[in-house]
């Protein structure tokens, strides 16, 4: 059974930064992309990055470029998000998704949380002003 599990959230103020981790089990992930959407309340799931298996070619959200990096560690089978700058917009549940498929498309293939297929339960982070 596949799961992921995000961790790292939690309460900082506007300018600070938080590292979000997932793990990954049930599968080897190093193969598949990986990626970050966030949902506020009230608002759809929003995507934020993505990242292919090797780590060379990311896709970042206008809203988050410059700001935010996502990486991954294939031997830990875990992604990560180091968000920095926050601002009290980015307040959010940050989820965590995987892909079944070992190709890399294009932004738009990714930007869309249909196309996931593999999802976390979230992690709160909240920027205070």
């Known amino acids: 059974q596949v799961q992921l599990v995000e961790s790292g959230g939690g309460l900082v103020q506007a300018g600070g930064s938080l590292r979000l981790s997932c793990a990954a089990s049930?599968?080897?992930?190093?193969?598949?992309?990986m990626g970050w959407f966030r949902q506020a309340p009230g608002k759809e799931r929003d995507f934020v990055a993505a990242?292919?298996?090797?780590?060379?070619?990311?896709y970042y959200s206008n809203s988050v470029k410059g700001r935010f990096t996502i990486s991954r560690d294939n031997a830990k089978n875990t992604v990560y998000l180091q968000m920095n700058s926050l601002k009290p917009e980015d307040t959010a549940v940050y989820y965590c998704?995987?892909?079944?498929?070992?190709?890399?498309?294009?932004?738009?293939?990714?930007?869309?949380?249909?196309?996931?297929?593999?999802w976390g339960q979230g992690t709160q982070v909240t920027v205070s002003s």
């Open positions: 998704a995987a892909e079944k498929t070992p190709l890399w498309f294009s932004y738009n293939y990714y930007f869309n949380p249909a196309r996931w297929d593999y």
């Open positions: 990242i292919n298996w090797n780590d060379d070619s990311t």
């Open positions: 049930g599968r080897t992930f190093s193969s598949y992309p």
